[in-house]
């Protein structure tokens, strides 16, 4: 019986390596991972290299440093960044305690409030720039008949065009965040906010003690990942400035388009990279804060 039993174990054939390491799933998560990691490698991994590797020469940025319009439009993002996402974030903080409340209307009139940002950007964005044109604009019209003065020249002047760009983001975000603040508002127990009115606590005793530590973490994080999106904001400037007047509204997300169409591709590419040391923090921070 013995003899018949190492006959037999002996001679079963020994399993492979690859059936003890990975198990049937696993080869098949594999096997589908594999469609994913060529997309990678071709629409991601090829891309970033390639730009790297077109703005590698140190030269090239020499050339961008000297150029004045880069440092304009560095500030330009800063400005875009500190006050545009600021003013969103703290507007959308206001807006969310406010659609919350139980009304009837307040529910139509947050399907009124959420059109901006589910209708496409091109065309409601140019709507803007049409409305702002000085001499037949609606707004300027709008002005002339109410005061027989011409309205202002909104899109030539380099501080009013760059605010009215920061605004117009504003407008188009806006509803998506405070779709997020909502949510997050809703997530609060109901009954923290009963027991404080029965302690006699005011509306701001409550915001101050129950809604802003519950909503922290998720209002910087919204900010956080506002200010990432808000980086690579191309329709905003582009299409309702153009750059103009003179290239002195250009922002980070559009310099690249201004050097693309003076050939100068390397240089295109150079000015993207320089947003990184912006880019890179803020996605540090963001990936500590969501894995606390």
Known sequence: MSSLTLSDSAAAPAPSAASERFSPWQVWGLILCVPYVLVFLIFVLFPVGYG????????TYVKLFDDPIFFRSLINTIAFLVIGINLKMLVALLLSGFFVTPRWWI?????????????PSIPTILSFRFMLNPEWGVINQLIFQLTTDDGPNWLNDPTLALALAI????W??????????????LAIPSEMYEAASVDGASKWQKFR???????????????????IWTLGDFNSVYLLTGGGPADLTHVLATLGIRYLRLDE?????????????????????????LSK
């Open 172 to 185: 188009k975000s806006l509803p998506f965040w405070t779709l997020i603040l909502i949510a997050g508002r």
């Open 167 to 170: 605004l117009v983001h504003i």
């Open 52 to 59: 790297f590797w077109l703005a590698r020469a140190p030269a």
């Open 265 to 289: 591709v390397d240089m295109s590419v150079a000015s993207i990279v320089c947003a990184l040391p912006l880019v890179l923090p803020l996605i540090y921070f963001m990936m500590k804060r």
């Open 209 to 227: 003690h129950i809604t802003w530590p519950s909503m922290q973490t998720l209002y910087l994080t919204c900010t956080v990942l506002s200010m």
């Open 107 to 119: 529910k139509i009139l947050s399907v009124l409030f959420i059109l901006p940002w589910a209708l």
